[in-house]
């Protein structure tokens, strides 16, 4: 009986790039999960959709470069080389390398301002700014200090910060807040959080613009776009993008 042609099957967010044996060789270094035991040849094979005559060829080589290592007892760890790849990557990262990019491309499908805030103590510094095209648009420049109880970003980032309650507990779960005229009353904004390696929180990406062009049913239009950016910057920042990509698909 023929068998089928074998194909890897890739993170989820991530396209197969054509090459069949590199894309094979990611789908095995991304079995891996954050505080998982190391995988036998069998759990690998399943969580790859690879042969395991295909997979055990391709842990020799990823053994043979130190991006995997087989442990006594036959299972499989990632290896000493991938620290050195994510040392390496973490100290040439520059946020605006990865950030501004993606928030001209979210502009630009919006037509709204796009801004990135980070949090500073007990308030919010607006990062990085992409303004609106449109003449009416709500103005707040890199550099701008802002309160963290009051708006969209302000309120993500308090969320996944550890503020309680409500609407704390909505946003963790939605991974998104949508503000109507919070810190100022002209002004409407949806923000969701980026996050980095294990987890942790780099900042909020939002939309901004007047309550007369950003109404609730133009944020509940835009909310899925907003997460897929998010989770886009969260997989280049070395995070897990899936729970954003999830969300960008919930009703």
């Known amino acids: 009986m023929a068998r089928t042609r074998e194909t890897a099957q890739p993170p989820l967010g991530i396209e197969p790039s054509g090459v069949d044996v590199l894309d094979r060789a990611a789908a095995i270094l991304f079995a891996f999960k954050r505080d998982e035991v190391p995988l036998t040849l069998t759990e690998i094979s399943n969580r790859t959709g690879l042969y395991k005559s295909t997979a055990l060829r391709l842990l020799g080589a990823l053994c043979h470069h130190r991006l995997l290592m087989r442990v006594e007892d036959g299972r499989y760890l990632l290896g000493a080389a991938t620290l050195n790849l994510a040392a390496t990557y973490e100290s040439t990262l520059d946020l605006a390398d990865v950030l501004l990019p993606l928030m001209r491309q979210l502009n630009e499908n919006s037509g709204e301002s796009v801004s990135f805030h980070v949090r500073d103590g007990n308030q919010r510094v607006c990062l990085y700014r992409i303004s609106s095209r449109h003449a009416l648009r709500a103005e707040v420049q890199p550099g701008d200090v802002l309160p963290l109880d009051r708006g969209a970003s302000g309120r993500v980032l308090s969320a996944f910060s550890g503020a309680d309650g409500e609407p704390y507990e909505t946003v963790r779960i939605t991974l998104h807040y949508m503000s109507m005229g919070e810190r100022d009353a002209e002004t409407a904004g949806i923000s969701a959080p980026v996050f980095g390696a294990g987890g942790s929180l780099v900042g909020a ?32 920042l070395g995070g897990d993008p899936k729970a954003l990509l999830a969300a960008a698909t919930n009703e």
């Open 205 to 236: 990406i939002g939309l901004v613009g007047p309550v007369s062009r950003l109404n609730e049913a133009a944020m509940h239009r835009f909310r899925p776009l907003l997460l897929s950016y998010a989770a886009q910057a969260t997989n280049q």
